[in-house]
């Protein structure tokens, strides 16, 4: 009996009817920010924020063991998040075409959303992240995807961590909807088609996708910030 074969990509809509809702998360302090610039990859973050040049390798090339916090005396705080999961050993032996550096370099060009609670509250749950309290931004998949489709690209895997084992990994990990195995990969169930979704540039019409904000914790405590008026749908 020959293995069904299934042809690659993925359309907005059909997305969207296996991941309703995209996860964002944020430092807790973030949403002024958000609300004022959208969400922006660490790359745009240290050119807004104007950081010197000569600095922003350590930020953008390295892998970050704590938090970076930037002032601006006109943007006020920004916080970048530490990449403790990935440990730089395990990372280079799981890379086929790049290096640690440039894998680094592509993670800070991106904007990251988890598109289920359970890879959410995973992540919300491990050891770097277990009790803060952290922004969640609840996001539209269908408007988000139908606006971004260009940008958007989907992940097989946490590329951010390589604990307790580094999958292979490397540039063509992530894919264009319109490349990627997501028939093939649905037979696994929808923690498996998609682990990670990420867009290749800044979101600063955001609001335009936004359901909910939240801060939230791994124990589950929530407090709501604004709901769906933000984008626009009362009652979403």
């Known amino acids: 009996m020959t293995e069904a074969k299934f042809e690659p990509g993925v359309t907005p809509e059909v997305f969207a009817s296996t991941y309703p809702r995209l996860y964002h998360m944020a430092h807790e302090d973030a949403w002024p920010q958000i609300q004022r610039y959208g969400l922006l990859s660490t790359r745009s973050i240290l050119r807004l924020w104007e950081v010197e040049p000569s600095q922003r390798p350590r930020i953008e090339t390295q892998i970050r063991q704590s938090q970076v916090e930037l002032w601006h005396p006109r943007r006020g705080k920004a916080v970048i998040r530490d990449q ?14 790049c290096t640690p550096e440039e894998w680094c370099q592509l993670l800070n060009g991106k904007v ?17 992240n277990r ?5 969640v931004l609840t996001m539209d998949t269908r408007r988000l995807a139908a606006a971004y489709r260009g ?10 961590n390589t604990i307790p084992f580094a999958q292979k990994r490397g540039k063509g990990s992530f894919m264009k909807m319109k490349d990627y195995p997501f028939q093939a990969r649905r037979k696994r169930g929808a923690y498996w088609t998609v ?19 939240n801060c939230m914790t ?6 709501r910030i604004c709901d769906a008026a933000v984008a626009g749908e009362p009652g979403a």
């Open 84 to 97: 403790k999961p990935m440990q730089e050993s395990r990372l280079r032996a799981a890379l086929v075409d």
């Open 112 to 128: 990251f959303f988890w598109p289920s609670k359970e890879r959410l509250h995973t992540h919300m749950a491990a050891r770097g």
């Open 131 to 135: 009790g803060k309290r952290h922004l």
């Open 151 to 160: 940008e958007i690209t989907l992940c097989a895997m946490n590329s951010g």
């Open 195 to 213: 682990a990670e979704v990420a867009v290749n540039s800044d979101i600063p019409d955001v609001l335009d996708f936004v359901q909910s904000v």
């Open 218 to 223: 791994s124990d589950g405590e929530v407090c």
